[in-house]
């Protein structure tokens, strides 16, 4: 042999032995280290492939368990009837496994635990491929499970559909609907929808919206046109401009000041107006008590004056029927007529 040639063997040799020891590597680590335990079985309706002896059981991601026998329904509880056979639970797959149950710490019996919703599914370990079991708690009532018609020769924990299945029960269950639909006659009803909406936009009420649309639209545009729109723009520009210069010239903010000035004064005034408002009331009081002190000190100099006023006016009444009592003291004698 060639140094070459041995060479070649020894690498061969060292990729052999680091290949068992990887595989004994993936068995310790993978649940081989769990030699004893509790004995149960689950029975799945699909396919097991990637499934092996030793792969681990875990329970939320932590390891409690290995598998430990994979079969057959019909090899472990076949009765002989061909019957049986053709059930469908009978087509199953069997797939016993030791579970370490003081892992799980305090759990309730396997009938009360499978009761509250405790089922076994396949699962595959990320991108590795690598399929083992996982149990879990999940809802009882969305995945019932039916009695087995044999006597389970370890415990039994019903088993659910893996996640890749129920996407492909999903996408089997889809197609089996796109089946049932008559694609030819919902062509046909589409083809004939299409030929009612082609013609109700060509003749139809649509076809009428659509004329008045087009001349509301042509009508709108001559009254815009007509309307002198770019002249009313420069227009309302011009007249925005001279709004802007009027509020920012001189005269105007002098104004504005001067009636804040204003308003000012007014406040101050204002705040005045309660005091002079009260000085003009009791001003008033003093004068009406002035009038009424006033009027009863002139009341009997008037009454004196009217009967002065009074006398006088007899004295001048009798001195103009007889002028000569100024100078004689008695009255003349009366005329004969006047005695009769």
């Not at 097991?48 to 030793?54: M, T």
């Not at 009331?281 to 009341?299: E, H």
């Amino acid at each position: 042999m060639t140094e070459g040639h041995g060479a070649f063997l020894r690498v061969g040799l060292l990729i052999v032995a680091g290949a068992a020891l990887l595989a004994g590597l993936v068995w310790f680590l993978g649940g081989a280290r769990i030699n004893k335990g509790s004995l149960y079985e689950s029975y799945f309706r699909e396919s097991v492939q990637g499934l092996e002896v030793g792969a681990p059981v875990k329970y939320r991601g932590v390891t409690v368990g290995r598998v430990s026998e994979i079969g057959l329904v019909t090899a472990d509880y076949d009765t002989g009837t061909s019957v049986q056979l053709n059930r469908q639970i009978y087509r199953m797959v069997l797939v016993r496994y030791l579970v370490d149950r003081a892992r799980f710490g305090r759990l309730p019996e396997t009938s009360e635990a499978v009761a509250l919703g405790l089922r076994a599914r396949l699962a595959s370990a990320g991108l590795t491929g690598v399929t083992y079991i996982e149990m879990d708690f999940v809802d009882a009532t969305r995945y019932p499970f039916d009695p087995v018609p044999w006597t389970p020769r370890a415990g039994y924990i019903p088993s659910m559909p893996s996640t890749l299945t129920q996407v492909q029960d999903a996408a089997q269950q889809l197609l089996a609907k796109l089946d049932q639909v008559d694609i030819v006659r919902l062509s046909n009803t589409m083809i004939g929808v299409l030929d009612d909406l082609r013609a109700t936009m060509a003749t139809g009420d649509v076809h009428q919206m659509l004329d008045r649309a087009q001349v509301l639209l042509q009508t709108t545009e001559e009254s815009v046109k007509a309307a002198d729109l770019a002249g009313l723009t420069k227009d309302m520009r011009q007249t925005s401009a001279a709004i802007r210069d009027v509020a920012q010239s001189r005269d105007l903010q002098r104004t504005l000041a001067g009636a804040a000035q204003a308003a000012d004064r007014l406040a101050a005034t204002t705040a005045q107006l309660p005091a002079l408002i009260a000085s003009l009331q009791a001003t008033s009081r003093r004068a009406d008590n002035g009038a009424a002190d006033l009027q009863q000190g002139l009341a009997p100099l008037l009454r004196d004056m009217q009967a002065t006023a009074a006398n006088l006016r007899e004295l001048t009444e009798a001195l103009r029927r007889n002028p000569a009592q100024v100078l004689v003291s008695q009255p003349p004698p009366r005329a004969p007529e006047a005695v009769r």
